[in-house]
């Protein structure tokens, strides 16, 4: 199953060093240094289409760096400055590009909501995001097991999982309030149990400012709770391959909201 890594192709220009917070890296930067094809390590390098695309030449190579993409292309999509996804001139080239295979630097475990487009929000085009999407960013085993895939074979280095503004598969939970919903929706409320006894409700507080609070914690419970439910993945994370951040995106603004990348409690290393 293992795929080869065509776009890990040049792997090598380094992003650490800079600032995770969007605002700081505003600055759009698509285009990969020549010199990075050379550092790129022996046996990765393939071949560029004659017009290939070149944004794909800087696929990060750390988790560090894959955050670091993602903070500086949300930073565009913010001001309105998005490079990667503009130019449809590239589109035949992308896709010859990828025929022969994908190197994800970032798995996204995002909703299902028509409006957190997480292509666009980090301005990444095709072969740079392995997207997994359920409503209220809650995935069922098939869906950890997509991000175990995505890790393991493809060589991704990070995890976001990505909860909402306004996100309707929240509302929804909290307003069914422990009563069944109809049809299959069970099984959200079974993938989404426990949230509302996390964060409950303050008599004092509106309901929309609990929405909101709800939707950070599940954000931040889901993301724990893939790691719990995985020992490959966890095992990637104690050796600092890789990263799982969740993050909350603001439909309003745009702006993805990280939060600190899940460390491992010294009671977790008993694996599962
Ligand atoms: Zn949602």
């Given at each position: 199953m293992r795929v080869l890594p065509l776009l890990a192709l040049t792997a090598a220009l380094s992003l650490q060093g800079q600032e995770h917070e969007p605002a700081a890296a505003t600055k759009a930067k698509p285009k990969a240094k020549p010199e990075a094809h050379a550092a790129a390590p022996a046996g990765q390098v393939a071949t560029p289409a004659a017009h290939g695309p070149a944004p794909s030449a800087d696929t990060p190579d750390s988790p560090s760096a894959a955050l670091t993409e993602l903070a500086t292309g949300n930073a565009r999509f913010v001001a309105g400055?998005?490079?990667?996804?503009?130019?449809?001139?590239h589109d035949v080239a992308m896709r010859a590009a990828l025929v022969g295979g994908q190197s994800p630097f970032a798995i996204v475990i995002t909703c299902s909501d028509s409006r957190v487009p997480d292509a666009l929000v980090f301005d990444q085009e095709a072969g740079r995001l392995f997207t997994i999407r359920e409503a209220g960013n809650a995935p069922d085993l098939q869906g950890i097991a997509s991000a175990e895939y995505a890790a393991d074979h493809l060589g991704s280095k990070l995890i976001v999982v990505m909860g909402h503004t306004s996100c309707g598969a929240v509302k929804a939970i909290r307003e069914a309030n422990g009563k069944p919903l109809p049809g299959n929706l069970w099984a959200l409320q079974a993938g989404m149990s426990g949230l509302l006894e996390s964060t409950p409700h303050d008599p004092n507080e509106e309901a929309k400012a609990h929405l909101s609070r709800l939707e950070e914690a599940n954000a931040k419970r889901q993301a724990q709770a893939i790691l719990d439910r995985s020992s490959l993945l966890h095992e990637k994370v104690a050796a600092e391959q890789l990263w799982v951040v969740p993050a909350l995106y603001h439909l309003d603004t745009g702006k993805v909201q990280f939060f600190k990348p899940l460390s491992l409690a010294p009671a977790a290393s008993a694996h599962h």
């Open positions: 400055k998005r490079v990667r996804t503009l130019d449809t001139g």
